[in-house]
């Protein structure tokens, strides 16, 4: 007689494997993801340079791991020791100073890498494309459809194995003489049962949890305006600086949504578009001149008599980054006075067309920018009040101070 327990037992025990090493995969992937959005992002991207070489390749052109992992966390030390390939890139690079990654662990270092190594097969292409969204779409369920496919096969094989290993032991035992006795149900069984609440338990904990970490964030969130601006045709290709149009980010808390007294600058003169074509989303093709003159009507700004001959209407944006309200955050003291870069935050904000939230803006991902992010004391009046720091590391005491260390953790800093 088959054992149905024995099989039920090792078929839990061989799907509760296998989703284990398909969910621990799946982690080690958002990882990479994760650690390199934060920490590289700003400064590298996979297929093309930025501030800093493109990354794709770059374990091909450093074999040695170690020397790689070197690099990443104090790349001073390693410019120090004289290796060639590295100081040619530092030379190349106007002796631009990488930021030092002190805290990331090797395995932390490798997940990063390998989610580089993934993204080098993505063919590279500006988002709103719908050719590479729908490429990049395709190999996403392909490599779905196989990885489910190849779960399921594996699934019957294991059933199969079990089902031959018990009929194999039926017969030895009637063969022995040993007596059969009849097996309480799977459905019946008390040990099962509370292994399946468990693990019932587990999961749905999993998955409460991470939605009520996700709730009030709106990472990817990429809503239509009422006009498609292109901050690739304008931030990218024409190279207009983000505080033309955003001068509030250099001397207040917000960045400001210009006024179109400020697109009116430009498209007084401007008035038709003859650029590479421009698509939405959903892959529509949009027509720009057709957008141009949605500024117009909203300005009440007649092109054909060069003046403002009706009445202006105002222009209903739709919000897309938004922080809690008991949090503080200015601009100003991150663009003026810590002097980030734009794209830390927002992401390759000069390659967008349909701008969308590049980042979670959670409390955990501030606080690591703090505990990471170096101050930049060189020709910053705002920071002369730390002049023990300034002294520090003259004497080669520090090497460098993190916002950290300034007050950048404390908790009043951000909520009040």
Known sequence: MIDYRRIAKRLVI????LTVVCFDQQIFAQDGKALFQQNCASCHAVHKDLTGPKLAGIEERVPD?????????????????????????????NKAAMNLFPNLTDAEIDA???????????V???????????????????NTLLFGILTLILAIIVFTLLQVNANLKRLSDEKEGVPAYEPVPFWRNKAYIALVAVILFVIGGYYTIQGAIGL?????????????YSHKVHAGTNQINCLYCHGGAQEGRHAN??????????????????????????????????????????????????????????????????LPDHVYFSHA?????????????????QNMNEVYQFSDLSMGWCINCHRETKVKFTENKFYSIYEKFHNEIKNGTLDSVTVEKIGGTECQKCHY
């Open 124 to 142: 590279p292409g500006a988002k709103g494309n719908p050719k590479t969204d729908q490429d990049a779409k395709a190999t996403s369920s392909d």
């Open 14 to 17: 061989s799907i509760l494997l």
């Open 257 to 322: 949504i210009p006024s179109l007294n400020t697109c009116m600058n430009c498209h007084m003169a401007i008035t038709s578009y003859s650029g590479e074509d421009l698509y939405r989303e959903d892959g529509t093709k949009v027509d720009g001149t057709a957008e141009i003159q949605k500024i117009y009507k909203h300005t009440g700004w007649d092109p054909d008599q060069q003046k403002y001959a009706n009445e202006p209407k105002p222009v209903e944006w739709v919000k897309i980054h938004n």
């Open 216 to 228: 009030g964030r709106s990472k990817d969130y990429q809503p239509e305006q009422p006009i498609y």
């Open 333 to 349: 003291q991150h663009v003026n006075a810590g002097r980030v870069a734009c794209q830390t935050c927002h992401g390759e904000i």
């Open 112 to 122: 990063i890498l390998a989610y580089v190594k993934v993204q080098e097969a993505n």
């Open 65 to 93: 791991k170690k020397l790689l992992h070197d690099w990443i966390r104090n790349n001073q030390a390693v410019l120090k020791s004289g290796n060639k390939y590295f100081n040619d890139l530092y030379q190349q690079y």
